[in-house]
């Protein structure tokens, strides 16, 4: 852990413009106040990039836009919003004077917050590594494209949090890697009231254990007996929501 602070104090030295994500459906839990105070500290320009837009609403971004600035929400999925934040970048590094044939953007952020599949869709080509487990990217590693270099980092947990559930939800902690996902599914229940229930086509109800046991039920994740396997299928439904699939 201490290694990756290492690292991200010698991306924001290295850099001239700073990328600092956030998943746009979590946007408290993925944030690192601590990441973002050596930012603004070091006086540098940087962008918040609200990631996985196209898994929120209008109404939700429209919220978002007023708590940062500046920012730009982007789907590298969809390829939503990367022309604005190339323009961005653009006008930042020409504010700040930069002279250099390929500006240096550091991106930083949580784990599997979409650091390397931003970059990907933004070099139009896998340079960097993507996966769906947490914390895939173990270096630094540099990707150019035209006059822009980025540099891709690991994901940082904060020493401290590895065990808290919110980084389950925002994906920090893999979902294979849970060990207490129903806990996390309920959350997310709460969190989103009727998302998921729609998403699986089964009645709400107060109790967030039932809905887990419909869930399983309705897509047969079961025990010996006919008996709802909430363990598996609360796995299941966690995995979907990190990968995206529930919107």
Not at 37 to 63: M, Q
Not at 85 to 98: G, K, V, W
Not at 165 to 193: C, H, Q, W, Y
Request: one cysteine or more.
């Amino acid at each position: 852990m201490r290694n990756y602070w290492k690292i991200v104090k010698k991306v924001i030295g290295k850099s001239d413009v700073i990328l600092i994500l956030l998943d746009s459906r979590m946007v408290p839990e993925s944030r690192n106040k601590d990441i973002e105070a050596n930012v603004i500290a070091t006086g540098k320009p940087f962008i918040y990039v609200l990631t996985k837009c196209d898994l929120i609403s209008k109404a939700e971004s429209e919220v978002l836009k007023r708590d940062f600035n500046p920012c730009v929400f982007v789907s590298a999925t969809k390829y939503h919003g990367l022309n604005l934040l190339r323009e961005r970048i653009n006008i930042l590094a020409t504010r700040a004077h930069i002279k250099r044939a390929k500006t240096r953007v550091g991106v930083l952020g949580y784990p599997n917050v979409g650091k390397s599949s931003l970059i990907n869709a933004m070099t139009g080509r896998s340079s960097a590594q993507t996966s769906i487990v947490s914390g895939h990217t173990k270096a630094m590693k540099y990707v150019a494209v035209e006059n822009l270099l980025f540099v891709d980092t690991p994901g940082i947990i904060p020493l401290g949090e590895r065990g808290d559930i919110a980084n389950a939800l925002i994906g920090a902690v893999d979902f294979s890697k849970e060990t207490d996902p129903d806990l996390v599914v309920m959350l997310l229940f709460d969190r989103f009231p009727g998302r998921l229930e729609k998403f699986y086509g089964v009645e709400t109800d107060e109790d967030r254990e039932v809905i887990i046991e419909r869930v399983a039920l309705k897509r047969n994740i079961i025990k010996r007996g006919g008996v709802a396997d909430i363990k598996r299928a609360s796995v299941m439904i966690l995995k979907d929501w990190q990968t995206g699939k529930i919107k």
